[in-house]
């Protein structure tokens, strides 16, 4: 999943919520692309939303603000969310 996004390249705000907020719209791209093949609009709307969830967890436990990539807090947080559905819809 590595796609171009116009986020910015240090995250230079001492508050961490800005920051999470900087990269939220490549955060969001990233999810609907993932999740774009569901059916449904209510259980692609709720993965989405899961993965922006997943991601700010990563995001706070994150040691060096400055280094995080949407990609990287995104990844785990969609393999997670795939498994939660497989689970749920065999």
Known sequence: ????????????SADPRESFLALLPAIRALARA????????HDREDAEAEVVGRAWERFRLARNLAA???????APAVAAVRLALARRHP
């Not at 999943?1 to 230079?12: C, L, Q």
Request: net charge positive.
């Open 34 to 41: 993932a999740f774009r093949s569901l059916r449904c609009p």
């Open 68 to 74: 995080v990539i949407p990609d990287r807090l995104v």
């Open 1 to 12: 999943m590595s796609t171009a996004f116009a986020v910015p390249s240090r995250v230079t």
